[in-house]
């Protein structure tokens, strides 16, 4: 597709259950970055991947987050043992130049977890 | 922690008028740019303003950038009922290497028709 898709789109978890959220970004685009949305708020900065490199993990919340993008396109992003604080809209997005430029947000998966 | 700040948190506007949302930023910047989101669904960018910038149009939008306030507006003119989203400023770190955005709470806006 032309735009960055994102799998699943809705996501409920038992607490302490593994999942692992897929990013499709849109092709050739070097950076991916990965957001959390809470109910109300403004989307929250998680990791950013330049190509397969991730250089940028400081918003992970905890050691539970964990993100890879192996071969420098599909990024997935597992969290372990979810906890109903994980319960947000996870965001993706991509974008063709390194710094700096307009970012291309996919629809995001919705997680819940009870 | 979310750097911006956005008010108001609620705007309802009849269409035709038109609607501005100001957000506010604490550190420097390399731009600003601005986010719409509408229920359920990803956020569409819809103007960047880079710091050495003032003012931007695009269509039916005007963003303006004050620096030295660390303070942006976006002006929606003549809204239409399909403007009714939620609108988000976000920052690029002046001393960021990797373009992640810092997003503000975000401005609903409904219009009604």
């Known amino acids: 597709g032309a735009g960055v898709s994102q799998s699943p789109r809705y996501k409920v978890a038992k607490r302490g259950q593994d999942v692992a959220l897929r990013c499709d970004p849109i092709?050739?685009?070097?950076?991916l970055f990965w957001y959390q949305q809470a109910l109300g708020q403004g989307p929250e900065f998680l990791t950013y991947?330049?190509?397969?490199?991730?250089?940028?993990k400081s918003g992970l919340p905890s050691d539970r987050f964990f993100a890879e993008r192996p071969e420098g396109s599909v990024s997935t992003l597992k969290i372990q043992r979810t906890q109903q604080e994980d319960s947000a809209v996870y965001l993706c997005?991509?974008?063709?130049?390194?710094?700096?430029?307009?970012?291309?947000f996919g629809p995001g998966t919705r997680l819940t977890v009870l | 922690s979310q750097q911006g700040e956005e008010d108001p948190q609620a705007l309802s506007i009849q269409e035709g008028e038109n609607a501005t949302m100001n957000c506010s930023y604490k550190t420097s910047i390399n731009n600003l740019q601005w986010y719409r989101q509408n229920s359920g669904r990803g956020l569409v960018h819809l103007i960047l303003?880079?710091?050495?910038?003032r003012e931007k149009h695009s269509g039916r939008l005007r963003v303006t950038l004050d620096t030295s306030k660390k303070s942006s507006s976006l002006l929606i003119t003549a809204s239409r009922a399909a403007d009714t989203a939620s609108y988000f400023c976000a920052t690029r770190g002046s001393s960021s290497n990797t373009g992640k955005l810092i997003f503000g709470q975000g401005t609903t806006l409904q219009v009604k028709p």
């Open positions: 092709s050739g685009h070097v950076s």
């Open positions: 303003i880079r710091s050495n910038e």
């Open positions: 991947f330049q190509n397969e490199a991730q250089l940028d």
């Open positions: 997005a991509s974008s063709l130049a390194g710094q700096g430029g307009e970012q291309f």
